[in-house]
C-alpha cells in the first residue's frame, strides 16, 4: 500500500493515482521534513502497540498550549464584570439609593485593573505555559480577596448579608478556564475561600461594623464546599484531555496534523514525544480492515513495505523511524518528514529543468535504486511523484526516493506470493512493458521507469500521453517515443541518447542496471555544471517550494 496522490493522467489531466489492495504511493505535494538520526535496524521493527496509560501529576500539553486564551478569556470576562458592578455602585450608591460601602468603588476599581493587567500578560508572546497558570492561579487568590473586602466592609442593610459568598462562585467557576492539576486547584480554591476570614478579620481591626461570627463561619464552609467542587471541572478537563491525546499518539509519536486521507487510511504529520523529530505516519484505520474481505493481505503487504523500507540505508531513500499497532488494531509506520518537493510538482510550476540539474538528481535516484535492486528488490513505482527534491542540512537540492509500496522482492517466494496480485499495477505513464504484460520485473523495469522520469524532467511532458490510461499503457507496448530533442532542442544529444536508452521495449538494449545508467549520466557534458551553489540560489528564490508544506494536495489510496 502507499500514499498516493493527485497526477497527471497520460493525456495530461489531473486525475488520482488509485490502486488495489496493494495500492501505490508516494506523498503528494509539499510537506515538511526533519531527519533526525540513522533509519532502524530491521530487527528493531517487529510491531509494538502503543502504550496510552501514562500517568502524570504535570498537566497534558494540549492543555498548556490553550493557557494564554483560557487566561485571556477569564481576565476579560472578569473586567467586564467590574466595570458593570462599577457603573452600577456609581449610579446606586451616588444617587443614596443605597449606603456607600467604604472604599467598595475603589476596591471594585482595582479588581478591574487588576484583570485588565492579567490580559496583557496573558496576550504577551514567549511566556512559559506553566507561568501563565501559575499567574492565573494567583489571579484567583487575589480576586477572592478583593470580592471578599467589598463583601465584608459594611454598613450594610439589616438581612442583606448572605451566606454563600461570592468567592464560592468564582472558586467553581474559575477552573473551568484555567484548569490545573486537581491538587493545585483544590489548594488554591481553599487559599482563596479563606480570604473570607481573613477580610473579616481586617475589618474588625479597622473599626468597621462585622457581621455576625457564625454568618461569616457558615459563608466560610459553604466556600470550602465550592472548594471541593472546583476538582471535577479540573479531574474532567484532565482525563477528557488526556483521552483524546491518547487517542493521538502512535507508539512514540504524537498526531499533530493530518496531511492525507483516503478510504483506507490516513498520513499524518506528526512529532516525537521525547525527540525533536518530525515523522509523517501513515496508517491504516481497523474500520476499514474489519469491512475489508483482503484485510489480511493487506496487513502483509503493510507490514512488509515498512520492513522492506528499513533494509535501505542510501541517504536518497527515504527513512523509517518506527513501525507499529496500536490497542485499537490501526497499523502505523513513522517515516521522515520531507521539506520540498516532488518532480511531478516542480515541472508543473516551473516548467522543465535545465539539463546540468536534471542529471544531478537523477544520478541520486541512481544510487538509492542500485541499494535495492542489489537488495534483489524492485520499486516498480518509479515516477515523479514519487521522487522528492528537497533540502537535507545543508545540502540543497538532495533528492529522495519515495514509497516501496509496490516492491517486488525477487528473493523470496512469500513475498511474490503477496505481489503476485499486484504484477500490473503501477502508473501508466511510467510502467515498463514487461511490467504491463506481468511477465517477470527487475531492476531494468526501475531503469525504464527513471527513463520516463528523465524524459518529463527535460520535456515537461509524458512519454506517452494517450487520450486514456489503456492507450497509454498500449503505446508504452508498441510505439516509438518522439524523440527528446523533438519535444525541446535545448537537450543536449548526448544526454538524449541516455533516456532514450532507458525507454527501449527489450530490457536487454538499456543500460544493464541503476549504477551503469548513473556512469552514463556522469559522462554527460553537461554533468557537473548544476553545482550547490546554483542549488542553493534556486531555493532561496523559491522558498515557497519548501514552505507551503502542509497546504498541497496530499491524499491517503491505498
Not at 476596591?107 to 500578560?121: I, N, P, R, T
Not at 502512535?250 to 496534523?257: T, V
Not at 481497523?286 to 541517504?315: C, G, M
Request: charged letters at 20%.
Amino acid at each position: 500500500m502507499g500514499v498516493a496522490a493527485s497526477s497527471r493522467n497520460p493525456a495530461g489531466h489531473r486525475e488520482q493515482d488509485r490502486s488495489g489492495p496493494g495500492g501505490k504511493s508516494g506523498i503528494k505535494g509539499d510537506f515538511a521534513m526533519a531527519q533526525v538520526g540513522s533509519p532502524p535496524s530491521t530487527a528493531m521493527l517487529a510491531p509494538h502497540r502503543s502504550s496510552h496509560g501514562r500517568t502524570t501529576r504535570e498537566l497534558p500539553p494540549e492543555i498548556l498550549a490553550d493557557t494564554a486564551r483560557r487566561l485571556s478569556i477569564a481576565a476579560i470576562a472578569m473586567a467586564f464584570l467590574g466595570a458593570v458592578a462599577l457603573v452600577v455602585m456609581t449610579c446606586v450608591e451616588g444617587n443614596g439609593i443605597r449606603p456607600e460601602r467604604p472604599g467598595g468603588r475603589f476596591l471594585v476599581f482595582v479588581g478591574l485593573l487588576l484583570s485588565l493587567a492579567v490580559y496583557a500578560v496573558a496576550r504577551r508572546p514567549r511566556l512559559s505555559p506553566r507561568l501563565l497558570v501559575n499567574v492565573g492561579l494567583g489571579y484567583e487568590v487575589s480576586a477572592a480577596f478583593l470580592i471578599s473586602m467589598w463583601e465584608q466592609f459594611g454598613p450594610f442593610p439589616q438581612g442583606e448579608y448572605r451566606e454563600l459568598s461570592f468567592v464560592g462562585i468564582l472558586i467553581v467557576f474559575f477552573p473551568a478556564l484555567i484548569p490545573a492539576t486537581p491538587l493545585h486547584t483544590v489548594l488554591t480554591a481553599l487559599l482563596a475561600a479563606s480570604t473570607g476570614p481573613m477580610a473579616y478579620t481586617l475589618a474588625l481591626s479597622y473599626g468597621y461594623l462585622p457581621r455576625p461570627a457564625a454568618d461569616v463561619a457558615l459563608s466560610f464552609v459553604y466556600s470550602v464546599v465550592c472548594a471541593g467542587l472546583a476538582a471535577a471541572p479540573s479531574v474532567v478537563i484532565t482525563r477528557l484531555v488526556k483521552t483524546v491525546a491518547a487517542a493521538r499518539e502512535l507508539g512514540s509519536y504524537r498526531l499533530e496534523e493530518r496531511i492525507g486521507q483516503g478510504g483506507m487510511g490516513e498520513v499524518w504529520r506528526a512529532s516525537h514525544r521525547l525527540l525533536a523529530q518530525p515523522a509523517a505516519v501513515k496508517l491504516i484505520r481497523p474500520d476499514w480492515l474489519a469491512q475489508n474481505q483482503d484485510a489480511s493481505t493487506t496487513i502483509e503487504r503493510f507490514r512488509r513495505e515498512a520492513r522492506v523500507t528499513s533494509q535501505l540505508r542510501s541517504q536518497h531513500t527515504v527513512s523509517l523511524h518506527d513501525f507499529g499497532l496500536t490497542e485499537d488494531g490501526t497499523f502505523y509506520y513513522a517515516m521522515e518528514l520531507l521539506s520540498g518537493v516532488d518532480l511531478e510538482t516542480l515541472v508543473e510550476r516551473h516548467g522543465p529543468l535545465p539539463p546540468a540539474r536534471a542529471v544531478h538528481l537523477l544520478r541520486q535516484a541512481c544510487l538509492s535504486l542500485e541499494e535495492a535492486h542489489r537488495l534483489g528488490l524492485v520499486h516498480r513505482d518509479v515516477k515523479p511523484a514519487n521522487l522528492f527534491v528537497c533540502r537535507h542540512g545543508v545540502e540543497a537540492d538532495h533528492l529522495k526516493v519515495l514509497d516501496f509500496g509496490l516492491v517486488a522482492d525477487r528473493t523470496t517466494p512469500e513475498a511474490a506470493r503477496l505481489t503476485a496480485a499486484d504484477t500490473v499495477f503501477g502508473t501508466p505513464s511510467c510502467m515498463a512493458p514487461e511490467q504491463i504484460r506481468g511477465a517477470e520485473v527487475g531492476p531494468l523495469t526501475d531503469v525504464y521507469a527513471l527513463g520516463c522520469v528523465a524524459y518529463w524532467m527535460l520535456a515537461g511532458r509524458h512519454v506517452f500521453e494517450g487520450n486514456t490510461s489503456a492507450m497509454t499503457l498500449v503505446e508504452h507496448l508498441s510505439a516509438s517515443p518522439t524523440p527528446l530533442r523533438a519535444r525541446r532542442d535545448a537537450v543536449p544529444e548526448d544526454l538524449e541518447r541516455v533516456v532514450m536508452l532507458c525507454l527501449a521495449k527489450d530490457p536487454a538494449g538499456r543500460p544493464p542496471g541503476a549504477l551503469a545508467l548513473r556512469t552514463l549520466l556522469s559522462s554527460c557534458a553537461c554533468a557537473g555544471q548544476w553545482g550547490e551553489e546554483d542549488a542553493r540560489l534556486w531555493w532561496r528564490d523559491h522558498s515557497a517550494d519548501r514552505e507551503t508544506v502542509l497546504t498541497g494536495e496530499a491524499t491517503l489510496l491505498f
